[in-house]
């Protein structure tokens, strides 16, 4: 349901209450308005003009606290335009006079420009280092570069992005209970009673978001829906972690501290304050320098301008430029220092100042000592870092530390960087890896590593035997052998000739290596200059010898292959259906008489058949004449196969003889 929508009889008693203080009191300075009605603001920002002092805007209220001391308090109700500002591109922070801090989230707006930067703020810190700020499921636990996962909700008044750091809601990142969507918000604009008042309900506890704790939102605050108050020195001196108005008020300020203190964490300081030049004193008030400090110390700022509160992450000396986040979008933006942005002067900032958690560090983990890297590889440096947010800078040294030169100058602080490695090799080489913003926070390799220049195979055959020495066959294994440079894991395969994988060998680790393998029955082979491809891959890098497995001679050579038609005619190739005869004409080439030799052919995996010649006697010759038929067109990768029984083994020698069968 909407707050109490008839309230104009209200604001004319309230008016006529104001204007009675003013007219007795002799005018503002001596006004005493605690706090200040929210009735003051609610004029389109976009449409009315600002200008002049602090005192001339609608967002800024002379008030007298408690304790009779003067303030300002200054609003920021302010929603998205419907025209954005334009992004901008930021400099890499290897440009002169440029920092821009990482790992700062940038989130839409969610219920309120101020409660989204304290939120994108806290992001940050939960991302660098406090990592108990968010611990919600999404993730895992960290908070996202954008709010976007979470969606949106749109209003009558105004489309809201989720957050549960800026605003918890029920249903959202979880949640199954009321958060502070659910007992705060109506609609953008809205002054009357919060949901939790009106159905008489309790207030979700405990308080949970930036903006809970902020007072966004809430009208016991007198925080319309969509803003939030902060209080300021008119001095120009800092107004630190002000509860000068409490319980009836709440400065966004001490709201952010008592967030942070929620969440576990000390928060050191907390201020806010004018502008220099925006405040009575001259001499008094945050400037650009005091700004850039803060950034250098990694620690983004609120921004105040005239009704909105931005996130600055960033800096350019040139022309003064702060780069932030300003609630809109997810995008970069820029605008000058003590300038606008989108027609809204900047009045001011806020600064929190948290304990660290721990101290920032680095630690290098590649490479580390002992490494040997070659020229023209691709390698990743690795390292890890805690506590920081800004990108890092990535050296080499060639003589143990004595002198650096820069691989990298600006890049992410992501934990890795792979480098393709060049230069003079060296045995006494180092890397560090060392903070932008915080150059003490640094590692280097503990120990020298090597750069070799003239790279060496990663593997090399050492040797390849087999055992007994007769040839290769299913009961007769080779043992292979491989040795390498380094330490690896190992795997092998074996291949005939022509490319056709038939052997796998097993795997293995260390320098050296060894396997043994056997062919199956159906690839028994031996014979002079029976040659294989063996290929040994180590850690991803492959290499290939080709090997003589055996070096018995063949007690048979094949001395003719041909074919013939029927007519026992020559042919050079048969056709598909016809039939056909596979000539083959063996010699006895051994010393010995030869019992029970046949030739099987094989076409592929068929077998077509087999020419018999029974028993030779040495140095004699026979053919056989195998007739085939019934093949279909096409080429094929045949092979004919001699046995012969020698001493009870029957060993097999392949040929490989291709025809094709035409149409």
Request: net charge negative; hydrophobic share 35%; with cysteine.
């Given at each position: 349901m909407y707050k109490s929508g008839a309230k104009a009889l209200k604001y004319l008693l309230v008016i006529g209450l104001v204007m009675l203080v003013l007219v007795s009191s002799g005018g503002p300075a001596s006004a005493k308005i605690s706090p200040p009605s929210a009735m003051d603001w609610l004029v389109d920002p976009f449409t009315s003009s600002v200008g002049g002092t602090l005192l001339n805007s609608k967002y800024a209220s002379k008030v007298v606290d408690r304790g009779g001391r003067e303030l300002y308090r200054m609003v920021t109700p302010v929603k998205p335009p419907e025209t954005k500002v334009p992004a901008v591109e930021v400099p890499q922070n290897s440009t002169a006079g440029v920092l821009s801090l990482g790992n700062v989230p940038a989130f839409d707006w969610s219920y309120g420009c101020s409660a989204t930067s304290a939120a994108m703020m806290f992001g940050y810190y939960d991302r660098t280092g406090y990592p108990n700020i968010y611990t919600g499921p999404t993730n895992s636990g960290v908070t996202p570069m954008t709010n976007s996962v979470w969606?949106?909700?749109?209003?009558?008044?105004?489309?809201?992005?989720?957050?549960?750091?800026?605003?918890?809601?029920?249903?959202?990142?979880?949640?199954?209970?009321?958060?502070?969507?659910?007992?705060?918000?109506?609609?953008?604009?809205?002054?009357?009673?919060?949901?939790?008042?009106?159905?008489?309900?309790?207030?979700?506890?405990?308080?949970?978001?930036?903006?809970?704790?902020?007072?966004?939102?809430?009208?016991?605050?007198?925080?319309?829906?969509?803003?939030?108050?902060?209080?300021?020195?008119?001095?120009?001196?800092?107004?630190?972690?002000?509860?000068?108005?409490?319980?009836?008020?709440?400065?966004?300020?001490?709201?952010?501290?008592?967030?942070?203190?929620s969440r576990g964490y000390t928060v050191l300081a907390n201020f806010t304050q004018l502008i220099r030049g925006k405040g009575s004193n001259p001499v008094l008030g945050f400037t650009f320098a005091n700004y850039c400090s803060e950034i250098d110390a990694g620690r983004p700022v609120l921004i105040q301008v005239n009704g909105h509160t931005m996130l600055g992450d960033g800096y350019n000396t040139i022309g003064n430029l702060v780069y932030l986040h300003d609630t809109w979008d997810y995008s970069d933006h820029q605008m000058t220092w003590g300038g606008s942005y989108s027609g809204m002067a900047q009045w001011g900032v806020t600064v929190l100042l948290l304990l660290p958690a721990s101290p920032a560090s680095i630690t290098l983990t590649s490479p580390n000592g002992g490494e040997n890297w070659m020229v023209g590889e691709s390698r990743a440096i690795q390292w890890s870092s805690f506590g920081l947010s800004s990108n890092v800078a990535i050296e080499l040294s060639r003589n143990g530390g004595s002198a650096w030169e820069t691989l990298f100058s600006d890049t992410a602080n992501d934990g890795s960087e792979s480098w393709t490695v060049g230069g003079t090799p060296s045995g006494a080489c180092r890397v560090r890896v060392t903070s932008i913003i915080s150059p003490g926070v640094n590692d280097a390799s503990d120990g020298n590593f090597t750069i070799s220049g003239t790279p060496s195979l990663p593997l090399a055959i050492g040797s390849i035997s087999a055992t007994p020495n007769a040839g290769i066959?299913?009961?007769?294994?080779?043992?292979?052998?491989?040795?390498?440079?380094?330490?690896?894991?190992?795997?092998?395969?074996?291949?005939?000739?022509?490319?056709?994988?038939?052997?796998?060998?097993?795997?293995?680790?260390?320098?050296?290596?060894?396997?043994?393998?056997?062919?199956?029955?159906?690839?028994?082979?031996?014979?002079?200059?029976?040659?294989?491809?063996?290929?040994?891959?180590?850690?991803?890098?492959?290499?290939?010898?080709?090997?003589?497995?055996?070096?018995?001679?063949?007690?048979?050579?094949?001395?003719?292959?041909?074919?013939?038609?029927?007519?026992?005619?020559?042919?050079?190739?048969?056709?598909?259906?016809?039939?056909?005869?596979?000539?083959?004409?063996?010699?006895?080439?051994?010393?010995?008489?030869?019992?029970?030799?046949?030739?099987?052919?094989?076409?592929?995996?068929?077998?077509?058949?087999?020419?018999?010649?029974?028993?030779?006697?040495?140095?004699?010759?026979?053919?056989?004449?195998?007739?085939?038929?019934?093949?279909?067109?096409?080429?094929?990768?045949?092979?004919?196969?001699?046995?012969?029984?020698?001493?009870?083994?029957?060993?097999?020698?392949?040929?490989?003889?291709?025809?094709?069968?035409?149409?």
């Open positions: 969606g949106h909700t749109a209003y009558p008044g105004a489309t809201c992005g989720e957050s549960p750091l800026s605003a918890t809601h029920n249903g959202v990142d979880g949640r199954a209970t009321r958060g502070h969507v659910d007992d705060y918000w109506i609609d953008y604009g809205n002054t009357g009673p919060d949901p939790y008042i009106v159905n008489s309900w309790t207030e979700h506890s405990p308080l949970d978001s930036a903006g809970d704790f902020m007072g966004t939102n809430q009208s016991k605050y007198s925080s319309m829906d969509g803003s939030t108050s902060f209080y300021y020195e008119p001095s120009g001196a800092p107004l630190s972690d002000y509860t000068g108005n409490e319980p009836e008020d709440r400065d966004g300020c001490h709201g952010m501290r008592l967030f942070a203190e066959s299913s009961w007769n294994p080779v043992t292979i052998r491989a040795s390498a440079n380094r330490s690896g894991n190992w795997t092998g395969t074996v291949h005939h000739p022509s490319g056709i994988q038939i052997g796998i060998l097993a795997s293995g680790s260390g320098i050296a290596y060894s396997a043994t393998w056997a062919p199956t029955v159906s690839q028994n082979f031996c014979g002079s200059g029976f040659y294989a491809m063996v290929q040994v891959t180590v850690d991803g890098e492959t290499r290939t010898s080709t090997v003589a497995f055996a070096t018995e001679n063949y007690p048979v050579k094949i001395v003719q292959t041909s074919l013939a038609d029927e007519a026992f005619q020559p042919i050079a190739n048969p056709k598909a259906g016809q039939a056909f005869f596979v000539v083959i004409g063996i010699k006895n080439s051994s010393t010995g008489s030869l019992s029970s030799v046949f030739a099987p052919v094989m076409v592929g995996d068929r077998y077509i058949g087999a020419g018999g010649f029974g028993n030779l006697q040495p140095g004699q010759q026979a053919s056989s004449y195998l007739r085939c038929g019934g093949l279909t067109a096409g080429s094929f990768i045949n092979k004919i196969y001699v046995w012969v029984n020698l001493g009870g083994y029957p060993l097999a020698l392949p040929i490989d003889f291709p025809f094709t069968v035409l149409p």
